[in-house]
Nanobody, 121 residues
Framework: QAQLVESGGGLVQAGGSLRLSCAAS?????????WGWFRQAPEKEREFVAA?????VYADSVKGRFTISRDSAKNTVYLQMNSLKPEDTAVYYC????????????????WGQGTQVTVSS
């Protein structure tokens, strides 16, 4: 079973940027698979943020500010986050699935430990 490890989170001021990474180990995912980023703020449900297959899809709340990309050779997906806002504060997770639809549904058997992003005002 693949293990997903997220990294790159931290504390940043509003308007700042961060780049998150998520690396998979234990299994190599071909380009037929898509990757997704999700986040969970305190006392809120986990929500979809962005996904990439042969195309990219973003939640309305991050469109124009976040960019998802992948490096299949490294089995890694990235999330470049610009113009960060305090409401982006959350633990960010990634996951892998064969389709955008599955990624958007966000129903997975397992998750990584996530990486904390905190945006101060």
């Amino acid at each position: 079973q693949a293990q997903l490890v997220e990294s790159g989170g931290g504390l940043v001021q509003a308007g700042g940027s961060l780049r998150l990474s998520c690396a998979a180990s234990g299994r190599t995912f071909s380009s037929d698979y898509g990757w997704g980023w999700f986040r969970q703020a305190p006392e809120k449900e986990r929500e979809f943020v962005a996904a990439i297959t042969w195309r990219t899809v973003y939640a309305d709340s991050v469109k124009g500010r976040f960019t998802i990309s992948r490096d299949s050779a490294k089995n890694t997906v990235y999330l470049q986050m610009n113009s960060l806002k305090p409401e982006d504060t959350a633990v960010y997770y990634c996951n892998v699935a064969p389709s955008i639809a599955t990624l958007r549904a966000g129903i997975f058997d397992s998750w990584g430990q996530g990486t904390q992003v905190t945006v101060s005002s």
